[in-house]
């Protein structure tokens, strides 16, 4: 009894950070459902033969592929239970706090080991990623064992041949996994290369050579997905190129998110100074830990601006535990119960924000797909099931889960359907509909304002960080006008212009400029609305709703109507077009066309150098129609969707 009491007083600390660690993992398990990455990875596993997954499941992936392989033999044991899917992943999690706490307490002390595995336990993202089966939680893990076999490489006195084993297999593993975690055990490799050991030298690259012989096996699959277009959105795609000060954002994600992350950023950078006042020196591990981060960030940083976007908060993960484990190095002057109290500080902080400020154990694990499904189920037994449509779209495999799951039938669109991406054969689809009420979920602001001139009330909208359904009817008895609601700002105007032939344009506020000239055939319209001059926030759409009269389809010839960001003189940083025809209805006196701008990460920039939101009409030949009125809409379109870590 005795050594157990001792043991715990020893490792009490410890104890309580991984075990709330678990729990924090674990107990919303139940209420896990799959996200989007997830089910494109899962729709991936339905090949019978090895090959065939290799070459349809993996190649045509932008991820390497060990965690492709290890879904498609894992499901042919458990099936597709989100619980025995996650399980593993979830595990992978707890080890990583369990081996950079050995890997700080080993080659630093047990204080950098018990920081360290605070920040990786506690941390919102980390949490986050845990549930998520996919790459990016084993990258960390493979990552934190890379990084132990080379510490011990590089920084023992005497070295087992086991390490060079470990080197071989967890390297292996990182470019495997991943291709941003195989670029981490890269730099890893080569700066080593300047801390290596004269009398290990030769042994070292034998292990090397041995990992990248081993590695050429994949790299015919890692030329052909490279050579598939990016996400930028320069080549249609929907990440931007990074901020310049991308890097404060990350770092604060990693600490823990939000004002958390802000005072826990104060807290690292008060014992760093402290560390630096007492003249502690800086040792070679922690600059090559320092090194490796900044390399890493600065190389796929310079990519995502000057080639292909690809930073984002996921892919920096690897390199983070260097981060992690350098700055949590400074602490080593700190006296135990210091470090207990900083560690307790920082665990509160993180789970303050983790809690409270994120509801991560409510909101975080729902996603559009099986929340929708739930939805349209929950709304055909309270109404009757055939009273009841929903717009679902997605791909067949995810259909196919949620109709096994809840042992139901679900009509459906894929993502390639025409239907969906024509405004015109979706207009008229939902004016075929005939039921009175019609469930969506994960559709863009167009086609929501498409929506609701067929079912102009609501009856339900839920939004989260993952998820956006409601459910709308044609029916105003106990329902609500969608234009009035307040709570979510779906559809609140910001901007309203009418136009009338005998009257003056006339507008609410005064930012925007305004030309119209008939005579004119090119460019009959303008509005444009100066950025500095709009109260736009990152994750909201501004949307320029167009009102026409017109007598047939042929009178809008080939019109389109237009965005652009600019200043009237240099080429337009953004630019966007529609076609007017692809939204008439002939049952309809007054046509709206629709065209959305999402606000993303470049907005500031963009306000900073004095561009405008300018919307006009661009015409290709004589056409025939009178404009009535013009909105920009500014819309709060589930905006928490690109900021859940900020």
Known sequence: MKSILTYLKENG??????????????????????????????????????????????????HPALVQLFLWLWVKLVGYNEIAIKVPFLICGVLSVWYIYRLGKEFFNEHVGLVSATVLSFSFIFLVYSSY????????????????????????????KKHYIWFVVFGLLCSYNHHLSCFFAFTVVTLSLCYIKKERFLSYSVVCIVTVLLYLPHLSITLSQFSVGG??????GWLPPPRSNEIYFFIKTLLGCGISGIINMVLFLIIIIASVFKLTPITKKQLFLGWIFVLNYTVIHLYSVYKNPILQNSCLLFSGICFILFIS??????????????????MGLMSFQTLHKKHYFTKVHIHDFESQCKTTLDMQKQVGKNKVASLYVAEPFFVYLYEKKYRTRIDYITKSDTLINNNYKLKQYLKKLKQPYLVVGAVNPEQMLLIKEQYPYIVSHQEDYFRNTSVFSKLKTYNVDVSVINTLSIFNSDI???????????????????????????????????????????????????????????????????????????????????????????????????????????????????????????????????????????????????????
């Open 13 to 62: 600390l410890l104890l309580l950070i991984i075990g709330v660690g678990i729990a924090f993992r674990f107990i919303p398990i139940q209420a896990y459902q799959f996200s989007h990455d997830e089910l494109s990875g899962l729709s991936r596993t339905i090949y019978e033969s090895f090959g065939d997954e290799l070459k349809f499941g993996v190649e045509q992936d932008t």
């Open 133 to 160: 089966a996919r790459m990016y939680i084993t990258g960390v893990l493979f990552s934190i064992l890379f990084l132990y076999s080379v510490f011990h490489i590089l920084f023992t006195e005497q070295m087992h």
């Open 231 to 236: 996400i930028g959105t320069s080549v249609g």
């Open 329 to 346: 190095s400074f602490v080593s002057f700190l006296s135990k119960k210091q470090v207990a109290l900083f560690c307790l500080l920082l």
């Open 496 to 646: 309203e212009i009418y136009v009338n032939d005998k009257k003056a344009f006339t507008h609410f506020g005064d930012s925007l400029d305004i030309s119209f000239n008939k005579r004119d055939n090119a460019y009959p319209f303008n509005v444009t609305l100066p950025l500095q001059k709009s109260n736009l926030k990152h994750g909201q759409y501004m949307v320029a709703d167009l009102a026409l009269v017109v007598d047939s389809m042929r009178d809008l010839a080939k019109d389109q109507l237009c965005l652009t960001i600019g200043n009237g003189k240099d080429k337009a940083a953004f630019y966007k077009a529609t076609l007017l025809r692809d939204f008439y209805d002939s049952t309809q006196k007054v046509q709206h066309v629709y065209l959305e701008f999402f606000v993303g990460s470049e907005f500031e920039k963009w306000k900073k150098q004095h561009l405008g939101l300018s919307a006009f009409i661009q015409k290709e030949k004589t056409s025939h129609y009178r404009m009535v009125g013009f909105h920009f809409k500014q819309m709060d379109y589930n905006p928490s969707r690109w900021a859940i870590f900020e």
